[in-house]
């Protein structure tokens, strides 16, 4: 197997990964809610995610999990350090993704977001999204980084909705 086999190998591996620590995660948070309105709330939020990302692999976490254990495990092939470290990590960068892809697509009109419910959800699920991915960092990394984590993940969706603002604009300003 050479080394682009390895990759993908590596990818639809921790693609799988994630998308079951997300899917597990969405579950919970659905249970917690009692009324059952509230609990389909947030089964919609999942679907609509699962929607969007089906088929998909997710190159962010690939490359996280790839530095981390470069830098951790030097000597080990990837696959084999894989071992749940920082699965929650890599799981809040995909989260974070998402949450930016879907509020991209909204502010696009893309994929069926022009109707105004369409447009909400498309928000609120983005919202929520982004709040998960925050409490999966104070959960799942280790406790003498999460602080530091926490503020570069800000950093980050900071530079993405200056980029979102700029796009959004601009495409005003030519119509």
């Not at 470290?85 to 893309?110: F, P, Q, R, V, W």
């Not at 999204?129 to 104070?138: G, S, T």
């Amino acid at each position: 197997m050479d080394n682009k086999e390895q990759y993908f190998e590596l990818m639809n591996f921790l693609t799988e990964k994630v998308y079951e620590f997300i899917k597990s995660l969405f579950e919970k948070e659905a249970e917690k809610h009692a009324t059952l309105s509230k609990k389909q709330d947030y089964l919609d939020f999942y679907l609509e995610y699962q929607n969007y990302r089906a088929g998909t692999t997710w190159l962010r976490p690939t490359i996280a999990q790839l530095l981390y254990c470069a830098v951790k495990y030097p000597n080990e092939s990837f696959k084999k350090a894989f071992n749940g470290e920082i699965l929650g990590c890599i799981s809040a960068i995909e989260m974070l993704n998402t949450s930016t892809y879907l509020t991209n697509m909204m502010l696009d009109e893309k994929r069926g977001y022009t109707s105004k419910d369409r447009m909400k959800q498309a928000v609120i699920t983005s919202y929520k999204f982004r709040e998960l991915a925050q409490k999966v960092i104070h959960e799942h990394s280790p406790k003498e980084h999460t602080l530091y984590i926490l503020q570069r993940m800000s950093e980050v969706n900071e530079l993405i909705y200056e980029g979102q603002y700029i796009d959004v604009l601009d495409r005003k300003s030519v119509v």
